[in-house]
């Protein structure tokens, strides 16, 4: 931009050409669009300081984009209506979109962005209800609303984007006609209502809940019952008191730098908890389990000392055997559930992930994770068991069938039961998946068939050997435009299908976003302004992001290692997983990135 500004230098020494209307005005739009890029407040430039140094800069051509006043009311709404065409025509691009809305307080209203899913995170609306309370039926309303904006309007192609069928239609055909057959929310229960009533009255096919947040909600579950609990317990009083007191946190960091060897990893720090971090049980009680030895060090180090500080009991007995047992025994545990977790985030992780994750760890807890009571364990399970079936939808096990990728663990989870409650009768997999299809065919049993038929054909042709490579390295989408072609029935309902996501985690940057435009220091920007600055820094950001579904992006080997078990995992072969890890890789998707995966673009 600035290349733009400098004058050029002519051989004759002449003074540079006065600026034209024109000129001005595109480097102000320039100049607006790169400040709501970076969450710059519209009157940044607008000092002494600034005007001089560009002046200086330009050789006195551009002294800053203006007023905040000129830009916010004529410059703004200019660069949103570029952003806004690009987000449309992304939106058009896409074969299907899933649609999403998120909610929070924001100057104790509440706030609420509608987000298209294709699986990239676009938001195309934000709306306030004022006085109005936040019912199911209002949060309805205002979803069918917004399905009016312009955005939207645009990328229409002629269908109803999600508005319902004008006539009776059969699912299978509203599925590939309308252009937002599908809704994803949160779990609270405004918004489960919200979902489940739009299915009802025929808004939209189906709906489904959002995977990392059932995952999120696994985690809780598990904090209350033992061993987690003590573990989590003795986590918080140890970190919190070599975190929050001066003379603990001194010794301890004098303590880790005296123990550390040269070359070695060295010790992360201490984390605390919190719940709005994906299974924040994770990272407290993993990191205490790191810091064991330089905390119990630490204190031996106090006993020594002239001047001892004085140690609350509850932090002894969170570094004595029983805490340390009950820690060793939660942590595998918690690390798998937090790599699913991180998995089902992914831009890019299809709709079959997420019965594939959350099947293959229930099933592994029958093998696996034995230092965990039996009794724990089940509980663990039933937890698995009613979240998934709260929050999922017969589409996400159709989908698990036709995603070849998880083939070989599917005659380990096929037995499984899948209700919300204990007592209830509920299904397998298999059996959601034929839900599933009576769903699509409508009950027409002429329909349904030819369905069935053709899908055991897929399964026999995706189990081949020479099929397992494709499976591992390509998206289901990509391998669905691919090789699937032959089968003419259900070519067209899955590119359309694995355009959903698994969660909706991809919309809660658009409110981190937020709080860096609307600051306590610049709190009496207009809604419409907010809103406006909001949509083109997030939109922005995802249309910049790459496209996952014909690369390999990340190293499964940590999260194989946890959810699948050592025969599951030998059958699979390679360690490469087919969808992005939040943002990409820094090695290209050539697994150099060490044991762990990237997140080198969050």
């Known amino acids: 931009m600035m290349g733009v500004l400098v004058p050029a230098v002519n ?79 992304r939106i058009r691009e896409a074969n ?21 899913y294709s699986p990239l995170a676009l938001l195309y609306a934000t709306t306030r209800l004022g006085d109005v309370s936040p019912t199911g039926d209002n949060l309805l ?12 309007a645009v990328a229409r192609l002629g269908a109803s984007a999600g508005g319902g069928a004008a006539a009776p239609a059969p699912r299978w055909r509203r599925l590939l006609e309308e252009r937002a057959p599908a809704v994803v929310s949160d779990s609270p229960s405004a918004m489960v209502r919200m979902r489940r009533a739009g299915v009802s009255d025929g808004i939209f096919v189906f709906g489904y809940g959002c995977a990392a947040h059932a995952g999120n909600l696994v985690a809780q579950d598990a904090a209350k019952i033992q061993p987690f609990a ?120 299809p709709l079959s992930s997420f019965a594939g994750l959350f099947s293959t760890l229930r099933s592994s807890l029958d093998t696996y994770f034995l230092e965990i009571p039996l009794t724990t364990r089940v509980g663990l399970q039933r937890s698995l068991t009613a979240r998934y079936a709260a929050f999922s939808d017969p589409m996400a096990a159709l989908a698990f069938y036709l995603d070849g990728f998880w083939g070989p663990a599917r005659g380990r989870v096929a037995g499984l039961l899948w209700a919300m409650r204990e007592g209830e009768g509920g299904l397998t997999l298999s059996e959601l998946r034929d839900v599933a299809i009576a769903s699509l065919a409508d009950g027409d049993t002429a329909w349904a068939a030819p369905l069935q038929a053709e899908l055991s054909e897929f399964l026999a042709f995706a189990a081949q050997p020479a099929r397992a490579d494709s499976w591992r390295r390509l998206h289901p989408r990509s391998w669905w435009r691919i090789y699937g072609e032959r089968f003419v029935l259900w070519h067209p309902i899955f590119l359309r299908l694995f355009s959903f996501p698994a969660s909706a985690a991809g919309g809660e940057r658009a409110f ?36 996952y579904f014909f690369f390999k992006v990340i190293n499964r080997a940590q999260v194989a290692s946890f959810l699948c078990s050592r025969g599951v995992r030998r059958r699979w072969g390679g360690s490469w997983s087919r969808w992005g890890w939040r943002g990409g890789c820094r090695s290209g998707g050539r697994g150099r990135c060490g044991p762990r995966p990237c997140r080198s673009r969050r």
């Open 230 to 349: 003590l573990a989590l317990r003795s986590s918080l009083c140890a970190s919190i008191f070599s975190m929050r007191c001066g003379r603990p946190r001194t010794l301890h960091a004098a303590t880790v730098s005296s123990l550390a060897v040269p070359g070695s990893r060295p010790v992360r720090g201490l984390k605390g908890y919190s719940r709005t971090r994906w299974v924040g049980e994770s990272n407290t009680i993993a990191a205490v389990q790191e810091n064991l030895p330089t905390l119990r060090h630490t204190l031996f180090a106090n006993t020594l000392s002239t001047t001892p500080f004085d140690v609350p009991s509850s932090v002894k007995e969170a570094l004595e055997a029983p805490s340390r047992a009950a820690i060793g025994q939660s942590t595998p545990f918690l690390k798998a559930l937090a790599a699913m977790v991180s998995l089902l985030e992914a831009d890019a992780a």
């Open 96 to 116: 299907s979109s899933a649609v999403f809305m998120d909610g929070a307080t924001v100057n104790r209203q509440g706030v609420y962005n509608f987000f298209s």
């Open 512 to 547: 981190k976003r937020l709080n860096q435009i609307h600051t306590t220091r610049h709190n009496r920007l207009s809604p419409q302004l907010v809103d406006q600055l909001t949509r083109i820094d997030f939109n922005n950001a995802q249309l910049r992001r790459p496209c």
């Open 11 to 89: 051989n004759f020494g002449a003074p540079p050409l006065p600026v034209t209307t024109e000129q001005l005005h595109d480097w102000r739009v320039l100049w607006v669009e790169a400040m709501c890029d970076s969450c710059l407040p519209l009157g940044f430039f607008e000092t002494d300081a600034w005007r001089a140094a560009l002046g200086a800069v330009t050789g006195g051509r551009f002294q800053g984009p203006g007023d905040r006043r000129m830009l916010a009311s004529t410059y703004v709404p200019l660069v949103a209506a570029k952003s806004d065409a690009r987000t449309a025509e």
């Open 141 to 152: 309303r205002a979803l069918k609303d917004s399905f009016q904006q312009p955005i939207v």
